[in-house]
């Protein structure tokens, strides 16, 4: 199975500060990266799918990048709606989809 | 509007057998995948399995002796089922189609 590996666990960051979460994958998922956000009591949502193709909805503040085995989250001006645990997920694999176990984002 | 519910019992004794239903509308069962995560409490999400548009399943592979996922195209459900439960399985099982829309899920506890 491929493994996610996601870093922080957890991170503080202040109102219009730029945040990035970090994933690696165990092996090569050519780009079939999938980031989601989900608030306290809610289900999760998609934010980013193909590794860095915006979900329709989601505001352009969101970005994602990488390629191989290393992707990345970035959150430009952090907005106090954007507190949530982030998980990324691998589906290169879809026979086991994958994921990492979350960055929770807390305001400072 | 696509819309997708997950329904249960709630509570399910060990050694138990957990029968869970995800009803849907807005969509077809026989255009769309659906696939079954869950998300121990405080912890992160695990897939568990997925129904294919054409009727195929998937199974995590960690779970695939306990576990079967149907599906009725008439009634718009699809369901699961998983044996032999024991503590760690609590939970909140979410249905998903194909990532983009979500059940508001459902929590199942195991305990005696």
């Known amino acids: 199975d491929i493994r996610m590996t996601q870093s922080p666990a957890s991170l503080s960051a202040s109102l219009g500060e730029t945040v990035n979460i970090e994933c690696l994958a165990s092996?090569?998922?050519?780009?079939?990266l999938a980031w989601y956000q989900q608030k306290p009591g809610k289900s999760p949502q998609l934010l980013i799918y193909?590794?860095?193709s915006l979900q329709n909805g989601v505001p352009s503040r969101f970005s994602g990048s990488g390629s191989g085995t290393q992707y990345s989250l970035k959150i430009n001006s952090l907005q106090s709606e954007d507190v949530a645990t982030y998980f990324c997920q691998q589906y290169n694999n879809y026979l086991m989809y994958t994921f990492g176990a979350g960055t929770k984002l807390e305001l400072k | 509007q696509v819309q997708l519910k997950e329904s249960g019992p709630g509570l399910v004794q060990p050694s138990q057998t957990l029968s869970l239903t995800c009803t849907v509308s807005g969509f077809s069962l026989t255009s769309y995948n659906v696939h079954w995560v869950r998300q121990p409490p405080g912890k992160g999400l695990e897939w568990m399995g997925r129904?294919?548009?054409?009727?195929?399943?998937s199974y995590n592979s960690a779970l695939k002796s306990r576990l079967s996922i149907s599906r009725d195209t008439s009634k718009n459900q699809v369901f699961l089922k998983m044996n032999s439960l024991q503590t760690d399985d609590t939970g909140t099982y979410y249905c998903?189609?194909?990532?983009?829309?979500w059940g508001q899920g459902t929590l199942v506890t195991v305990s005696s």
């Open positions: 129904m294919r548009y054409n009727g195929d399943t």
């Open positions: 092996e090569d998922i050519y780009s079939d």
């Open positions: 998903t189609r194909d990532w983009t829309h």
């Open positions: 193909n590794a860095n």
